[in-house]
């Protein structure tokens, strides 16, 4: 069974870039009708999807965030990651790698990572 | 974009009880509707995709319907397991979006 697993800062600096990593193992990231992403959740608020990539380097990104999102993939080491620039205290949330399927008809988040804790503060 | 909402926003049951949540969509969206469940400190775990369809491994108890605007997500006979939030999201355009949350609580 694929699992996903984030890492990077639990803490980062208003202004400055948040920076996060999400591990793909016992699967492969370049196969199949999936889109790699990222969502987030403000603590006690709703979920927020941020965009996705496919493992061709084909990105979208949600429009509220498109100006600071970056989503990368490196298939050499299964992995794809986020970058959201000039962070301010409205970026503190639970972020949240996914994979999203998308094949005839269906399409969902079928699998999470565990998520991490991103806190913006000086 | 698709604004989601979902009601209610949260609801007391007992173990036993057949519990219903809604899910409306501000335009139509086919059957592009999934529904996850979260507990607390947990990720969400996806429930139903394309409206009616039962995830793997999800049990029985639970099934969805609806199409167009307007969705369902049943719980037949709510277990002590089931106590969480729930969530609609549409996967017909993007940017993909998600409801409010119901909060089950007992």
């Known amino acids: 069974q694929v699992q996903l697993q984030e890492s990077g800062p639990g803490l980062v600096k208003p202004s400055q870039t948040l920076s996060l990593t999400c591990t793909v193992s016992?699967?492969?990231?370049?196969?199949?009708?999936?889109?790699w992403s990222w969502m987030r959740q403000h603590p006690g608020k709703g979920l927020e999807w941020i965009g996705y990539?496919?493992?061709?380097?084909?990105?979208y990104y949600n429009p509220s965030l498109k100006s600071r999102v970056s989503i990368s993939v490196d298939t050499s080491k299964n992995q794809f990651s986020l970058k959201l620039s000039s962070v301010t205290a409205a970026d503190t949330a639970m972020y949240y790698c996914?994979?999203?399927?998308?094949?005839?008809?269906?399409?969902?988040?079928?699998?999470w990572g565990q998520g991490t804790m991103v806190t913006v503060s000086s | 974009d698709i604004q989601m909402t979902q009601s209610p926003s949260s609801l007391s049951a007992s173990v036993g009880d057949r519990v219903i949540i809604t899910c409306r969509a501000s335009q139509t969206i086919s059957t592009y509707l999934n529904w996850y469940q979260q507990k607390p400190g947990k990720a969400p775990k996806l429930l139903i995709y394309?409206?009616?369809s039962l995830q793997s491994g999800v049990p029985s108890r639970f099934s969805g319907s609806g199409s167009g605007t307007d969705f369902t997500l049943t719980i037949s006979s709510l277990q002590p397991e089931d106590f969480a939030t729930y969530y609609c999201?549409?996967?017909?355009?993007?940017?993909?979006?998600f409801g409010q949350g119901t909060k089950v609580e007992i």
């Open positions: 394309a409206a009616s």
């Open positions: 016992s699967g492969s990231i370049s196969s199949g009708p999936y889109y």
């Open positions: 996914a994979r999203f399927y998308n094949r005839n008809d269906e399409s969902a988040f079928d699998i």
């Open positions: 990539i496919h493992y061709t380097g084909s990105t």
């Open positions: 999201q549409q996967s017909y355009s993007s940017p993909r979006t």
